[in-house]
Structure formats: structure tokens, C-alpha cells
């Protein structure tokens, strides 16, 4: 993405002066569906190699502002945003910048497993056979690479050519991880990704988020406190104003959210007061 942006004049903040664990960053951003106003003015910085958790009450914005850090609202009928939303620097959103491009190097994976209705080979190289040509030996090393950091490959190393959607669904989530790893993203989002899941199938993915945090940046929206507190680096507290918009009421490190939170707001909804 870096060098896809580099001809484009869209930078938006000096690249000497900013912090370079910094990868995405918002500044005053709003998203509107219609008229509707469903996230108000959010300033955060996301950290590289970390997970950020998006926390709060159903309804206050928070896979609405997931999706904003790739543009996936673009795909919604009346849906915009004002504000900024920075990738090294640069504004996702000028009118410059592919949104197929975003896309490929913030991947997403979704609440509920969605593998594609074919093999789990194909599934894993579903993306990257849209954007290029593969050898054979190309494809089997990247199917095995991806499989592998989703930590699934010696559970179907064998069988590659079952379909994926005969997986179970902690494996069907694990494979959708690969799948979204085999285009080499930067960042990967994660909307609720263990709410369909068995808790040993959440412990799984849990595990690995923790890995792949080593080569990935991830954010990740969750209901479950304790899924945040166990796996975040920083957590982000949203509530919904009168107006019914969407706000982070808080962000800091993740110990600090669920130990000494500034709002009490937050206090409230992480000790299970109310939410």
C-alpha cells in the first residue's frame, strides 16, 4: 500500500514527523447512513503489531467504525464519511486511492464463518488469484504458508481439496483468517469472529490472534469482555450519545480500561453494571 500511495498526492501528515508504529489513524471521523449520523468524530491512533479492541453497547457504532478502516461501508447503499482515516499517512479516503487496493492490504474477516463453496485450496487462494497469475509451486507455497499461520494446516494438510464449508466452524473461521493472510495484508479486522463459535473453537482463535499479532496489526470488535481483556493491547470504549451517534468515550491501554478507567461509563459497562 505504501508504494501504491507513494505517486499519489494525498499525504496527509509528514512521514518523518509521525510516530512510525503508527499504522492507521483517524481524525475527526464521523460515518453517515443517509441522514442518520451512526459514529461522531472518533480520534484514535492504531498501533502496528497490535490488537485493538472496539468495546461497548450493541448498536454504538462499532462494526460501522471497523468497516471504515477498509472502506467495506462504501459498499453500502447512502453510507459516507467526513474526517480522516490515515494508512502511513495517507487519506483512505481522497478520491485517488482504490478501494479494491484498501481492501487487499486490510483485510477482513467476518462475525460468521463464510468460506466460499469450494475446495479448502481454492479458498485459501481465492484473493490473491484475482490479482495475479500462480504456478503451481506458487499457489501450494502460499496455501501452505497462510494455512500454517492460521494455524490450521496440520488439521487439513491432508484433505486440501475437501470442501471448506465441510469444515467445522472453528476451522471454517480459521481458514476465512487464511484466506484474508494469503493476500499479505498489513492489518487484518476482525468483526466479532468467536460470537458463532464453541469456547474451545474461541480459545483457538484466540491463541492465534496472539500469533499473528507478531507479523499483523488486528482490530477486532467483541461483546465479550473478557475475550478484550484477554488478547487487546488497547482497548476502545464506545457508547451512543443522545443524538443516538456513536462515540469512543475512551482509548487507552487495554489494563488500563478494565483497571482504571478514567469515564465511568466505561467502569460501569466493563464490571458488567450495565450493557
Not at 99 to 105: E, G, I, K, Q, S
Not at 154 to 161: G, I, M, S, T
Not at 213 to 224: G, L, P
Amino acid at each position: 500500500m505504501q508504494e501504491a500511495l507513494a505517486t499519489s498526492p494525498v499525504r496527509t501528515s509528514n512521514a518523518e514527523e509521525r510516530d512510525k508504529d503508527i499504522v492507521l489513524r483517524t481524525r475527526n471521523l464521523s460515518i453517515y447512513y443517509g441522514r442518520f449520523k451512526a459514529v461522531h468524530e472518533v480520534n484514535m491512533d492504531i498501533k502496528r503489531n497490535r490488537i485493538t479492541a472496539l468495546i461497548g453497547p450493541s448498536g454504538c457504532g462499532k462494526s460501522t467504525l471497523l468497516r471504515a478502516f477498509n472502506r467495506m461501508n462504501d459498499l453500502i447503499p447512502e453510507a459516507r464519511a467526513e474526517g480522516v482515516v490515515e494508512f502511513h499517512g495517507f487519506n483512505l479516503y481522497d478520491k485517488k486511492i482504490d478501494a479494491v487496493d484498501v481492501r487487499r492490504r486490510i483485510g477482513m474477516v467476518f462475525q460468521k464463518p463464510n468460506p466460499f463453496p469450494k475446495s479448502i485450496y481454492e479458498n485459501v487462494l481465492y484473493g490473491v488469484r484475482l490479482t495475479r497469475r500462480l504456478s503451481k509451486g506458487e499457489a501450494d507455497e502460499i496455501v501452505e504458508r497462510s494455512l500454517r499461520a492460521a494455524a490450521l494446516w496440520d488439521e487439513v494438510k491432508d484433505k486440501l481439496n475437501k470442501l471448506g464449508t465441510a469444515l467445522s466452524g472453528g476451522q471454517q473461521q480459521r481458514l476465512c483468517i487464511a484466506r484474508a493472510i494469503a493476500v499479505q495484508p498489513e492489518v487484518i479486522l476482525m468483526d466479532e469472529p468467536c460470537s458463532a463459535l464453541d469456547p474451545i473453537a474461541t480459545l483457538k482463535i484466540e491463541e492465534l490472534m496472539r500469533d499473528l499479532a507478531k507479523d499483523y496489526t488486528i482490530v477486532i470488535v467483541t461483546h465479550n469482555m473478557q475475550q478484550a481483556a484477554r488478547v487487546s493491547h488497547y482497548t476502545a470504549m464506545m457508547m451512543m450519545r443522545e443524538d443516538r451517534a456513536g462515540e469512543v468515550i475512551e482509548f487507552d491501554e487495554t489494563d488500563v480500561i478494565f483497571t482504571k478507567p478514567k469515564d465511568k461509563r466505561t467502569e460501569d459497562y466493563v464490571s458488567g453494571r450495565f450493557g
